[in-house]
């Protein structure tokens, strides 16, 4: 089964332009430019490397990229690691296959002289007598000439007792400065031990800056920090102070032309020790590059960069493949001027990444950029980003277009009139029929009637349980709730395992709207609901008392995998976002027919939606309509096709992937031949064959799904505050009730401030 995976979410919560742009902003906003000087043409070296090849380490060195990776043919699932050469220009191509597939590539190194070193290790495992399982690894540093014929090998695993290298680096006179896990070693050119040292208080990562000298990295609660690091003594020395902070940068060695060179989500940056400011080099999203997180990378003048990355596109096929190219610098008078549409992040993945560049590559009047908060974001702050959004939207510094995977950045902003009401773009657009989006989804993303931002795709956070314990219970309210709990029979719980903070947690955000009303600047803390809620949580231990050593000690997975089929343990807290997973609950978890119960609530099913990802306009944005034309795709069919994990916005493709679900899964060999085969599941050691759904368990799925009309929403500050002010009950020193009446005063007077 192939398994896609998920890249990182964009949070985008967003503010004014922080980046230089080309264009004024209408209404107030500040006036911003593209930074002319950070935008390169990529050029792609046509290279032939090995079948789904991802580079994990490259070195320039010599007009050569020194390369090591994994390897895996898609069509015939074989895998392994190998290493090469290839010149800049993109000729000269060697690549050298390691024989054993349970051998792996850690690290390449090269020398002056061309000389290669490879950090690599091999298991070799035999379990063909069950009493007498044999398994053994090595670790080995290796140096071989450039042809590849050996020099000279020693086995880190019995000399240093070492299963990782944390540090390789070139000394002077061909020695080699090698740090293990515990251990910091001198070798010769021979890999001889010169000298040897135990690591102590080393937490960090070694630098060779520009002038041949090293450097130090580490950290402590205000963050990382940058130190000189004698490598005769092997001691860290003084300080070196940083004119910003380091968190939110990849750091790597400036190869040759800066002491660092420092990447973000969006923009590749230089820096000398001593320099008052990082400088910007190449702006990956205004040079319309997919290319970020490099492998390696290269600037070998003020013009050409040369990189190695890999690029994985979920959208596609699902794939990854490394990508060898060459950067040149575009002259900034060539660069046309366009009306420039700001977009706001906390993260930049791939598709969203790939999205703006295709707009960007096809709009001759408009481009998006980006602006990244995480850049803000640092150990003393780790929600500096999501203030400064905050701070900004107050000032009305608001962006375009606003993209978010937390519905509470977009919901409380709702009914200040900060976004446009996308019911008639939607209604309007050719390619995009209103009534194929599910209406419930519709609904919880509305207010008063108007729709403020769209979910591409999305999943759904329930309780379920089995039908025959259940009955025809669809939901249930707090009383309900706990007259079934009392009627539990020996032996049998209404939860596995579960914690005061996770219980609460959950029963919170599903149903927040039981309890808060954002829009109306009111809550209801101080009710009969929320008091029985207290007094069942109560019963429950805290995570720290739960999860303790002697519970991981006795836990006994197999007993803990059948007690749902066993009926020993009655509610299972589900996300449904895949048909087929949705099956492995039912047809393997439970073993029979269950219901989506959801959690206790005052009326409706107490279900709730998690959006995978959230898109708003700003009502203030000049340029609305070129704003839709942007977000618009993300509701086109061949968007809710590719997209492979949640729920789809559209029904139809909902429907086309339960057709698919009512089918044995399969694979397609090596000849084109379709294979079939059987989902399997495992209880209690034993394989259990999970049949296909029926089409109607997958019209009972979608009828459920289509009755979940609210969103989850978690608040952290209103959270902590009834954490801390139920602690007296908790701890037996006051009534439910009364901490309740403290909760509803102090919620009620956060929520007016943020009105």
């Known amino acids: 089964m192939k398994r896609i995976r998920k ?71 074989e895998s392994g690691y190998a290493w090469g050469t290839v010149k800049l220009d993109g000729s000269d191509l060697k690549i050298n296959n390691l024989e054993s597939q349970n051998s792996w590539i850690d690290r390449i190194m090269v020398d002056d002289d061309g000389n290669i070193y490879l950090v690599y290790s091999e298991t070799k495992e035999d379990d063909s007598d069950p009493e007498n399982y044999i398994y053994e690894s090595s670790y080995y540093l290796k140096k071989a000439d450039a042809s590849g014929k050996e020099l000279a090998s020693v086995n880190l695993k019995e000399k240093y007792d070492a299963d990782w290298v944390r540090e390789i680096k070139l000394l002077s006179e061909g020695k080699l400065l090698l740090m293990t896990g515990d251990k910091v070693v001198i070798l010769d050119k021979d890999l001889k031990e010169i000298k040897s040292k135990a690591l102590e208080n080393f937490d960090g990562m070694l630098f060779t800056i520009k002038d041949g000298s090293m450097v130090c990295t580490s950290w402590d609660e205000t963050g990382y920090k940058l130190f000189k690091f004698d490598s005769d003594k092997f001691e860290r020395g003084e300080e070196i102070q940083l004119p910003f902070n380091m968190t939110g940068y990849g750091l790597r060695e400036g190869g040759g032309r800066y002491d660092f060179l420092l990447t973000d989500s969006t923009q590749l940056y230089g820096y000398n020790i001593g320099d008052a400011s990082i400088t910007p080099i190449m702006n990956f999203v205004n040079s319309d590059l997919m290319a970020a997180n490099f492998a390696s990378i290269l600037p070998v003048d003020d013009t050409t960069i040369y990189g190695f990355y890999n690029y994985y596109d979920e959208m596609e096929d699902g794939s990854s493949s490394a990508k060898f190219g060459k950067y040149t610098k575009v002259d900034p008078d060539s660069i046309p001027e366009k009306k420039l549409i700001s977009l706001g992040c906390l993260w930049v993945d791939n598709e969203v990444r790939k999205k703006v560049i295709d707009f960007n590559k096809t709009s001759e009047e408009y481009r998006i950029i980006i602006t990244d908060y995480s850049q803000y974001e640092s150990e003393e702050d780790w929600n500096a980003g999501v203030t400064k959004f905050n701070n900004d939207i107050a000032s009305g510094q608001a962006p375009d277009i606003v993209i978010s995977n937390d519905s509470d950045t977009i919901h409380n902003y709702i009914t200040k009139g900060l976004f446009v009401d996308l019911t008639d773009y939607i209604k309007n657009d050719p390619d995009i029929d209103y009534d194929d989006i599910f209406p419930n989804l519709i609904k919880a993303c509305s207010y008063n009637d108007k729709l403020y931002e769209i979910v591409p795709c999305f999943s759904v956070t329930s309780l379920a349980g089995k039908k025959s314990v259940l009955g025809d219970r669809k939901s249930w309210t707090m009383e309900e709730f706990l007259q079934f709990k009392n009627s539990l029979q020996p032996g049998m719980s209404m939860f596995a395992d579960t914690t005061r903070e996770s219980i609460l947690s959950s029963m919170l955000s599903v149903n927040v709207g039981d309890y808060m009303d954002f829009g109306k600047g009111k809550c209801y803390f101080d009710t009969p609901e929320f008091v029985s809620l207290l007094e069942y949580t109560k019963e429950f231990p805290k995570s720290e008392d739960l999860y303790n050593e002697t519970y991981w000690e006795n836990y006994d997975y197999d007993s803990a995998e059948s007690a749902y089929r066993e009926n020993k343990v009655v509610l299972s807290p589900t996300s449904i976002y895949d048909i087929r997973e949705t099956k492995y609950l039912i047809r393997g978890t439970f073993g029979e027919a269950v219901t989506f119960i959801g959690y206790p609530c005052k009326e409706g099913n107490g279900s709730a939606i998690i959006p995978m990802s959230s898109i708003a306009i700003s009502s203030k944005s000049a340029y609305k309509d070129a704003a839709w034309s942007f977000v618009r795709s993300y509701l086109t069919q061949d968007y809710q096709k590719e997209r492979g994990w949640g729920i789809p916005a559209s029904m139809k493709v909902f429907d086309e992937r339960a057709l698919e679900a009512q089918q044995r899964p399969y694979y397609m060999d090596e000849n084109g031949n379709k294979v079939e085969y059987d989902d399997t599941y495992y209880i209690n050691g034993q394989e259990v064959v999970i049949k296909p759904f029926t089409a109607e368990e997958v019209k009972d799925l979608k009828d459920f799904i289509m009755t979940v009309d609210r969103i989850s929403s978690y608040n952290e500050e209103i959270e902590k505050i009834i954490t801390e002010d139920a602690e007296p009950f908790f701890a037996g020193q006051k009534s439910a009730e009364e901490v309740a009446k403290v909760i509803q005063s102090r919620v009620n007077i956060y929520i007016n401030e943020k009105q």
Do not use: H, R, W
Request: charged share 20%; proline share 3%; with cysteine.
């Open 7 to 77: 890249a990182v979410l964009c949070i985008i919560l967003v503010l004014t332009m922080v980046l230089p742009l080309t264009a004024c902003q209408k209404k107030g906003k500040e006036t911003a430019t593209i930074d002319k000087n950070t935008v390169y043409k990529e050029e792609l070296l046509n290279i032939k490397l090995p079948s789904g090849f991802e580079v994990n380490n490259c070195v320039f060195k010599n007009d050569k990229a020194y390369f090591c990776g994994y390897t895996y043919n898609q069509s015939t699932g």
